[in-house]
């Protein structure tokens, strides 16, 4: 070679747009200049040389020197390289080293200088990375993103980390729906060889499905096939639903959903030929085609079972299948029956019983012959049984729920019921599973539990202002998991003007690990009922009382169950002794004969028990089952109220499919008094203790809305003493005091259906429901009640009104002329006497017959707590029915 003329080899990066996933990776003009150059190559010294072929003369390597590099050593860098001191080269082997160091992706900018077999490598090293920052993300949190990304801070910078990069941040994107979000990665070069690198999103619109085509239906209408579909169309009727954005995921299970729709209906030979998901131009819609073939209409043929199970006869099983020769054929019932054999199997213990339905399909008949066939299998025992996931909750709590253990035989219905059993716990995820799997043996089953823990502490604390009720502070905590023991405790004060309570509970839901509860509360109530007078709160009686309750359970089977408890309470009802009170005594006139028999200290000892059946699927939420039970209460073991309460309730859950849940409900109670009456003209039943129905047992209905009341007109006109006109509009309830006096006999029935939402309405806790509800109470002594004859001079009633002294409580007549601008003037004022201002009260609603409401609700797990809206009418009602239409409830659950 020319050792005047110096040979060269020098190759850079070349660092051009990049497209990716159909985005524009754009560099700023710095960093593309540094990295641009000419292909590798290796000229001949003065004479060109021919692409591919060698220097015509092989050199030998004298010397290699390495410039340029900082962080790494020279060494390092010669080790990537074939080249070595002492052998011969030629242009191709300059070529390969230029290609190995652009392999590293260390360098970006490298060259080889050749002078007469004395190498010299020039490199330039890729910067490091300072930091990698996003920005433009708003709907996709950094903690959603960094996951996924590959570059980190004191990594080597290269293209290819960049470019996957951003295509794992658009894959991202793609699956929220996103498809036009695009990325573009910039550098910010820093001193010392650093760089920042900046991910620039542009997020776009939500990708939203505007139109489902479905081509070659006949036999069903588009509307009835997009209906199957988890897929939907956007528009003003979709507007809160998350289904409208594209997922291919959820393509293909609309497609599986439609084969289900066909195969239910009988079309066995139904196939979707295509389904296409189009991008328009904008990125911002996709319209969906789907291509199908329906075929024929096929029935079932001949419906057989074999068995090769001992345990399993045929000629039984043949009388249990649902499916009838000459029905339309049904795939998801032919799925539903192997399901169903499957867990008769496992009744029998054997869980993994080969269940497999052979099918026989006749064209020319259009007719289906099913077999199912149950081949031999081993009778299967719990080798052992696995709880996994739980940090707080003590294994015991899982394991106590279990009914089955290790060495038992396996036995389907066991391992469904602990399901439900740690589902009603409410300490773990929704839906729980237990999981089986294969044992030591054939014969032996293993039974896992992966439990997720959720927080099953609740505290509360709200503090406010009313101007009915004054300075408002309400606390509460709960814990139903304490120190993981599965124990209960609870603690409660609320503190306003008008209504004061603290309360202190304790349960032990397994004393002494033997399947025994064991619980008990203290309390101290101070509640006041009231009424309103223009919108004036006024206290009409209250009651204080101080008591505590023991209640033990015991398991009777394994649905059944035996409460027994005692309670015993010291009540005291008394009156506002300035507004009822006259001479020491209550005044009927004023507070009523009802008010007036109601007051007194008492002691009320309680002795009772509850006989409970409860099969449901979950306690918290079911979905299926049913509970029922029978509650009693005997008052006079001792105190001075005696009275025996029956209460019976029942539900009923039904799962309708497609996650619609119907509940029917009913209760009854009735209450027979031993002994006499408190007072002559009382009821046997204190008011206190009587039953009451309204807001929120009955809606449609205010708060004790339903059932006998005395309601008190206080709306008279005397411009005319001699003939007193009463307004008896009960529309108008501030002219009037309604109270109720609740009966000894009560029933209530409810139809409520959830109805379920999209996913978006579901994951915000979100649970909507239509409800029709039915009640009534009734039976009570009928009042003494006070009519405006009370107020007047028997002997001389035209004219003359009753007056009262404060002091004395005497009362005297004074005469009303016709004109007086007010009654008080005509009273001897001077010697303490005022009137006596008259009103009339009715009695009302004494019916056995029932009210009914309809209405729709929403039930929402909101970050503040559990509440409930509903929004009811009252369809029948009696006479003197408080009704409401719209009910807020904070932390009550229907």
């Known amino acids: 070679m020319n050792s005047v003329a110096s040979q060269k080899i020098r190759a850079r990066t070349q660092l051009s747009a990049l497209l990716m996933a159909g985005t524009m990776l754009a560099w700023p003009t710095a960093a593309l200049h540094a990295q641009e150059a000419a292909?590798?190559?290796?000229?001949?010294?003065?004479?060109?040389?021919?692409?591919?072929?060698?220097?015509?003369?092989?050199?030998?390597?004298?010397?290699?020197?390495?410039?340029?590099?900082?962080?790494?050593?020279?060494?390092?860098?010669?080790?990537?390289?074939?080249?070595?001191v002492g052998q011969p080269y030629t242009r191709a082997t300059l070529d390969q080293a230029l290609k190995d160091l652009a392999a590293t992706e260390l360098f970006k900018d490298y060259q080889i200088s050749d002078e007469d077999g004395a190498l010299t490598i020039q490199v330039a090293e890729n910067p490091v990375i300072n930091r990698v920052i996003l920005e433009g993300n708003k709907r996709l949190k950094e903690d959603k993103i960094r996951p996924e990304i590959k570059l980190a801070p004191r990594q080597i910078f290269t293209r290819s980390k960049v470019r996957a990069d951003v295509a794992r941040i658009i894959e991202l994107y793609k699956r929220q729906g996103r498809f036009a979000a695009t990325v573009e990665p910039k550098m910010v070069s820093l001193d010392q060889n650093?760089?920042?690198?900046?991910?620039?999103?542009?997020?776009?619109?939500?990708?939203?499905?505007?139109?489902?085509?479905?081509?070659?239906?006949?036999?069903?209408?588009?509307?009835?096939?997009?209906?199957?579909?988890?897929?939907?169309?956007?528009?003003?009727?979709?507007?809160?639903?998350?289904?409208?954005?594209?997922?291919?995921?959820?393509?293909?299970?609309?497609?599986?959903?439609?084969?289900?729709?066909?195969?239910q209906n009988g079309y066995a030979d139904f196939r979707v030929i295509s389904a296409v998901a189009e991008l328009t131009s904008n990125k911002q819609d996709f319209i969906i085609t789907y291509v199908v073939e329906e075929g024929e209409r096929y029935k079932f043929g001949d419906v057989s079972v074999k068995s090769e199970l001992r345990d399993f006869k045929p000629e039984m099983l043949q009388k249990l299948l649902p499916m009838h020769t000459g029905d339309w054929y049904n795939a998801k019932q032919v799925e539903d029956t192997v399901e169903s054999l499957s867990e008769t199997a496992g009744l029998f213990g054997y869980a993994f019983a080969d269940i497999n339905p052979e099918f026989h399909r006749n064209p020319e008949t259009r007719t289906m012959d099913i077999s199912f066939d149950v081949g031999e299998s081993p009778r299967t025992y719990v080798e052992r049984v696995d709880v996994n996931g739980n940090t707080l909750t003590h294994d015991k709590v899982v394991r106590r729920e279990f009914r089955l253990n290790e060495g038992d035989a396996f036995n389907s219905f066991g391992v469904k019921r602990t399901e439900n059993r740690l589902n009603s716990l409410g300490y773990f995820q929704e839906?729980?599973?237990?999981?089986?799997?294969?044992?030591?043996?054939?014969?032996?089953?293993?039974?896992?539990?992966?439990?997720?823990?959720?927080?099953?502490?609740?505290?509360?604390?709200?503090?406010?202002?009313?101007?009915?009720?004054?300075?408002?502070?309400?606390?509460?905590?709960?814990?139903r998991n304490f120190r993981g023991l599965g124990q209960q405790l609870q603690a409660s004060v609320n503190y306003s003007s008008y209504s004061k309570s603290v309360e202190l509970g304790f349960t032990e839901p397994y004393l002494f690990d033997r399947n025994i509860s064991i619980g008990g509360s203290i309390y101290r109530r101070d509640l006041n009922s009231f009424n309103f007078i223009n919108n004036d709160r006024r206290t009409t009686f209250e009651q204080t009382t101080t008591g505590a309750q023991i209640n033990i359970g015991v398991p009777l089977t394994e649905f059944m169950s035996f409460f027994g408890r005692y309670t015993i309470n010291f009540d005291d009802v008394s009156l506002d002794k300035n507004l009822y009170y006259f001479g020491g005594q209550c005044d009927p006139l004023v507070a009523g004969r009802y008010l007036c028999d109601a007051i007194g200290k008492r002691t009320t000892s309680l002795l009772g028990y509850t006989l409970a059946y409860d099969d449901r699927d979950n306690r918290l939420r079911p979905t299926r089952g049913q509970s029922l039970s029978l509650s009693q209460d005997f008052a006079g073991l001792g105190g001075s109220v005696k009275y025996a309460r029956t209460r019976v309730q029942g539900s009923k859950h039904f799962n309708l499919g497609n996650r619609f849940i119907l509940n029917v409900s009913a209760e009854g109670g009735y209450i027979y008094p031993f002994g006499g009456?408190?007072?002559?003209?009382?009821?046997?039943?204190?008011?206190?203790?009587?039953?009451?129905?309204?807001?929120?047992?009955?809606?449609?209905?205010?708060?004790?809305?339903?059932?006998?009341?005395?309601?008190?007109?206080?709306?008279?006109?005397?411009?005319?003493?001699?003939?007193?006109?009463?307004?008896?509009?009960?529309?108008?309830?501030?002219?009037?005091?309604?109270?109720?006096?609740?009966?000894?006999?009560?029933?209530?029935?409810?139809?409520?259906?959830?109805?379920?939402l999209g996913t978006g309405a579901k994951e915000l806790g979100l649970r909507p429901s239509i409800f029709l509800d039915v009640g009534s109470v009734w039976s009570v002594k009928r009042p003494t009640l006070t009519t405006l004859a009370d107020f007047k001079d028997p002997s001389d009633g035209l004219t003359k009104y009753k007056c009262r002294n404060a002091s004395t409580g005497d009362t005297k007549f004074a005469t009303l002329t016709t004109g007086s601008t007010t009654l008080y003037s005509t009273c001897d004022s001077a010697n303490g006497y005022t009137a006596l201002a008259p009103f009339e009260e009715r009695f009302y609603g004494d019916s056995w017959m029932p009210r009914v409401a309809i209405g729709a609700g929403v039930n929402w797990n909101s970050p503040f707590g559990p509440f409930r809206i509903d929004f009811a009418y009252a369809l029948r009602k009696e006479e003197g029915d408080d009704t409401k239409r719209f009910s807020f409830n904070v932390g009550t659950q229907f």
């Open 431 to 479: 839906n729980l599973e237990i999981e089986r799997k294969e044992g030591s043996t054939p014969d032996r089953i293993i039974l896992e539990t992966n439990v997720e823990e959720k927080p099953t502490g609740e505290l509360s604390l709200s503090a406010g202002f009313s101007s009915i009720e004054n300075f408002l502070l309400q606390g509460s905590i709960r814990q």
């Open 677 to 756: 009456r408190p007072t002559p003209t009382s009821d046997k039943v204190r008011l206190v203790d009587r039953f009451q129905l309204g807001e929120p047992q009955m809606r449609g209905f205010d708060i004790r809305g339903i059932g006998p009341r005395v309601i008190r007109f206080t709306d008279v006109n005397l411009d005319d003493p001699s003939n007193p006109v009463l307004n008896t509009d009960l529309k108008n309830r501030n002219n009037l005091i309604d109270d109720a006096l609740g009966g000894r006999a009560y029933y209530q029935g409810r139809l409520e259906m959830d109805i379920p």
């Open 39 to 84: 292909p590798p190559t290796v000229p001949a010294p003065n004479v060109p040389a021919p692409t591919g072929e060698a220097v015509p003369t092989a050199t030998t390597v004298k010397s290699i020197t390495v410039t340029g590099n900082q962080r790494l050593e020279a060494q390092t860098i010669l080790s990537y390289l074939r080249l070595r």
């Open 194 to 263: 650093r760089v920042d690198v900046v991910f620039e999103i542009n997020e776009g619109p939500k990708s939203k499905v505007r139109q489902i085509n479905i081509i070659g239906n006949e036999k069903f209408s588009d509307g009835d096939l997009k209906d199957e579909m988890a897929t939907k169309e956007s528009g003003l009727l979709t507007i809160l639903s998350s289904n409208t954005s594209y997922d291919p995921d959820r393509l293909a299970y609309d497609q599986q959903k439609l084969r289900l729709f066909y195969l």
